[in-house]
């Protein structure tokens, strides 16, 4: 019988998933949107917001009002089990401890790099306000920081089973990191034109190299 895990999947994404009203293709917007359902008419929620997927996977509970005084303070999560964590630690040996520290260090380097972009955003003038501000403004580096959370619960064993979806579906996302201007889902359509073809193999190379990236990690520590 397979374990139980703290998370039997996690469903995430990059992008404010919608899941009520219909889409231009005349479906609900759910079932452009979802990867992952319950039952064939129950789509599962999608989490965005990598500072949400973080405190599930190393705070403490608490308040609401406790996590924003965290948050306010800018304050690690990981300081309030380290007490535990060095008791742990004493009974391990050398190879573990190593391995332990190799691993708490990854989780502050991902935490760092969620609170530096939560000051970016909540510093933004123009804020999106469909996105908490917990999610990065770069969209590359929001990718990553759920590809590091993705490697991080995969390497503690606390999920097995992840979707993750780059964009969704019909998305009009740009990536002008790249050179490409234009949204995603209209090049798509390129009707074999050259030029729209060329677009189109920059931005799957483009999302190649981040799954390149993310492939890797979990070979190194998986």
Not at 23 to 40: H, I, K, R
Not at 78 to 107: C, F, H, I, R
Not at 160 to 187: C, K, M
Not at 197 to 218: C, D, Q, R, T
């Amino acid at each position: 019988m397979a374990p139980t895990l703290r998370f039997p999947l996690w469903n995430l994404g990059t992008d404010i998933i919608s899941q009520v009203g219909n889409c231009d293709n005349g479906y609900a917007c759910v079932y452009q949107n979802s990867l992952s359902w319950s039952s064939p008419t129950t789509a599962l929620p999608t989490e965005a917001d990598p500072r949400v997927l973080f405190e599930r996977l190393f705070g403490d509970g608490g308040t609401p009002e406790q996590r924003n005084a965290q948050l306010t303070a800018n304050a690690s999560l990981l300081d309030a089990v380290m007490e535990d964590m060095n008791k742990y630690q004493k009974e391990l040996g050398s190879t573990d401890k190593l391995k332990v520290d190799e691993y708490l260090d990854t989780v502050r380097e991902v935490e760092r790099r969620i609170q530096m972009s939560q000051a970016q955003s909540e510093k933004a003038k123009l804020p999106d306000l469909e996105r908490p501000t917990t999610v990065p403004e770069d969209w590359e580096e929001h990718v990553k920081l759920m590809m590091d959370l993705q490697v991080l619960a995969l390497q503690a064993d606390l999920t097995r089973v992840v979707t993750f979806q780059l964009a969704r579906e019909a998305s009009t996302r740009t990536y002008p990191q790249i050179g490409v201007v234009e949204p995603h889902h209209p090049i798509s359509h390129h009707g074999n034109d050259p030029i729209q073809l060329e677009k189109l193999a920059k931005i799957n190379k483009y999302h190649v190299s981040l799954f390149f990236i993310y492939v890797g990690k979990n070979v190194i520590y998986n």
